[in-house]
């Protein structure tokens, strides 16, 4: 027995040092990159990103301790998507960050080569523990990992991993099987996963799963949850199901941009019941998460897709945390997290403007590539109206966020989604250098976006086209760069 003991020790020890390595070669890379993606003058300067390299969906997301932990998907090889680690970040304030050691690796020892998507919940020792999808060159399996310490920085992964396979499903034939999601209800905990149900002609759908032991290492199949209505969705990644304002709420990702549903939810007969769908964010952003902090606010987390030059050094980024209500006719609301206002300086306020088939130029007020703006525009007969954001010196048209009274139609750039007009619309938007994020009607639809130019492009324009409009009230403010402390990353 000694013997054994000893020799289990040894393996121990020498897979603990191989972990180690991995880790520290991971970081040495990241840091190696970080000078050549400090010096774009487009990288955002207060939406997150990791130190340099790559980044997709954010992961793990949970209040703890007094802190906003975020964990997220990171390539820090490069700049493209590949080497799947968990990133890890925290904040006391949703706005200012400390960059922490990577969390999560590839255990290559174990048949690991990617560590995808999952998601925190409390585990028995009170700490958060997560659930992620391993990927290698087997089937996916869903295994857990476990803090050694309060401030969530040395992981470890638990020894009766694969915690769920496959085989869980019986003759339930699931492909794409990924993106674990937990949540406690009646003194139970259950997980969702993502994936495609083969005897469902293919389509996308999210299973359900109950715990069946107290340390989350035996679980049970409740069957599908919830399958899409459109056989045209293939697959299901990052699912979330939660309470929310005495609803339930189920976000996914389908492969196109993010959508949700409200409504109940039957778990005696293992079921979802939508009453009300809708679009999350109809731009360039995926794979949400959410977390609920000390004031029971839930917060939205999504990947701002960049499209980045993976020779930046940088590709990635997050969206603004958002805050998500339910609306009194049922539907989602999210609003950018208030405590980016303590980015703000000085506020300038546009008088009201007569617009008239015509483009005016607020530069003269208002200018830069960091900017917050609160705008109210009266349609009248325009068929379209808005600002634009980044417009050049040289005459370069930068982007349009426009909105079309006849069509009922906000766009920025090319993502485009309906919003309701009553007598106004409310615009309300924030620029960080190449990324754009609007909200309308005070969060009834969202858009994240992209747009590029050089340093001089930093011009605001409002608009009317077609007929004629008012510009009714305006605010704006140049925003500050957020932190980013690398003090821990080490």
Known sequence: VAKMCAAAAAVGSVEAASENAAVVAAMKSDLAAVPKAAADPNRPVYHFHPPANWNNDPNGTVWYKGW?????????????????????ARSRDLVNWEHLPIALWPSKEKGEDHVFSGAAIEGPDGRPWVFYTSIGNRSPEQWLAVPEDDDLMVWKKHPANPILTLKIHGGTQVNEWRDPF?????????????????????????????????????????????????????NIECPNLFRLGGK??????????CEYFVGDLDLAGGKFIPETHGVLDAGHSYASNISFDGTGRCILWLWGQTDTNPDLGWNGAMTMPRI??????????????????????????????????????????IAGDCLEFDAEFAADSAS???????RGADGKAGLDIAFSPTSGTLSAGTAHTSVSLDKTIRLRGFLDKRLVEVYANDGEAAIFTTTDGGTDNIGVEAFAAGGSARLVSMKCWALKPASFSMDRFR
């Not at 003194?187 to 996963?193: I, P, W």
């Open 248 to 257: 339930w709420v189920l976000l996914i990702s389908p492969h196109k941009p």
């Open 384 to 390: 379209s109206l808005g600002l634009r954001v980044r």
């Open 324 to 365: 998500l209500s339910i609306g009194g006719d049922g539907y989602l609301r999210q609003t950018p997290a208030a405590e980016f206002q303590t980015l703000r300086g000085e506020a300038t306020s546009i008088p009201a403007i007569a617009l008239h088939n015509q483009f005016i130029s607020l530069s003269d007020r």
């Open 182 to 234: 937990l949540f406690r209800e009646g003194g139970k905990t259950y997980m969702v996963c993502g994936g495609n149900l083969r005897q469902s002609g293919g389509r996308g759908a999210v299973q359900l799963y109950e715990a069946a032991s107290p340390d989350l290492t035996a679980w049970k199949y409740r069957g599908p949850v919830f399958e899409y209505r459109d056989r045209e969705v293939y």
């Open 68 to 88: 906003h932990h975020l964990f997220y998907q990171h390539n820090p090889y490069g700049a493209a998507w590949g080497n799947m680690h968990w990133g890890h």
